[in-house]
């Protein structure tokens, strides 16, 4: 079974970066887009970046263009995000995803496999 894992969480100030890193198992990951998703309590799980098999296509949420940046390197099996000048808003639950192709959207609907979450919060 595909497995993935989310790292690097953690609590930052406002301003400040982190850069979260998503493990997946497997051979086969460079066959797949990944995406990084959010919820925060209460909230509905959002979009907030992806990343299509080759890592030469991105897209990503307004409310982060800009500040934050997806990344993939193949030969580890790792799909990064570095999120900077964050802000409180950006307090959530992370989680990266695997795509049903090579290319996937924003919809969660698209992904077939998440990782258990990682947990970041921005303090002002």
């Known amino acids: 079974q595909v497995q993935l894992v989310e790292s690097g969480g953690g609590l930052v100030q406002a301003g400040g970066s982190l850069r979260l890193s998503c493990a997946a198992s497997?051979?086969?990951?460079?066959?797949?887009?990944m995406g990084w998703f959010r919820q925060a309590p209460g909230k509905e799980r959002e979009f907030v970046a992806v990343?299509?098999?080759?890592?030469?296509?991105?897209y990503y949420a307004d409310s982060v263009k800009g500040r934050f940046t997806i990344s993939r390197d193949n030969a580890k099996n790792t799909v990064y995000l570095q999120m900077n000048s964050l802000k409180p808003e950006d307090t959530a639950v992370y989680y990266c995803?695997?795509?049903?192709?090579?290319?996937?959207?924003?919809?969660?609907?698209?992904?077939?496999?998440w990782g258990q979450g990682t947990q970041v919060t921005v303090s002002s």
């Open positions: 497997g051979r086969t990951f460079s066959n797949y887009a």
């Open positions: 990343i299509n098999w080759s890592g030469d296509s991105t």
């Open positions: 995803a695997r795509g049903v192709g090579g290319y996937s959207g924003f919809s969660v609907a698209a992904y077939n496999y």
